[in-house]
């Protein structure tokens, strides 16, 4: 079992930052692929970044546009999600989640384990 506890959330003016913390138990976590995805009000949950076993391989949305960095450290059993130039459009509850599959994988039926979320509220 691996259990996922995000935090750094918060409420952030357009083009601030914010970087969020997903905190990982479990002593398989250097094995998982993480990925962190996010939902808007009255929108489904879709993926935004995701990171291989090792760091080696990721995959970012469409909408990043070079403005997020997905990270991990497996000593701190920590993934990392860097949130630059913010806009209105990316507020929503930031879920962190984590796949038996090594690999980088972008879907949400990829995913074993998911934390509970923070929010994230850009103000334009």
């Known amino acids: 079992q691996v259990q996922l506890v995000e935090v750094g959330g918060g409420l952030v003016q357009a083009g601030g930052s914010l970087r969020l913390s997903c905190a990982a138990s479990?002593?398989?976590?250097?094995?998982?692929?993480m990925a962190w995805f996010r939902q808007a009000p009255g929108k489904e949950r879709e993926f935004v970044a995701a990171i291989s076993w090792n760091g080696g391989i990721t995959y970012y949305a469409d909408f990043v546009k070079d403005r997020f960095t997905i990270s991990r450290d497996n000593a701190q059993i920590t993934a990392y999600l860097q949130m630059n130039g913010l806009e209105p459009e990316d507020t929503g509850v930031y879920y962190c989640?984590?796949?038996?599959?090594?690999?980088?994988?972008?879907?949400?039926?990829?995913?074993?384990?998911w934390g509970q979320g923070t929010q994230v509220t850009v103000s334009s």
């Open positions: 989640a984590a796949s038996r599959n090594p690999a980088a994988a972008r879907t949400i039926v990829d995913y074993d384990y």
């Open positions: 479990g002593r398989t976590f250097s094995w998982y692929g």
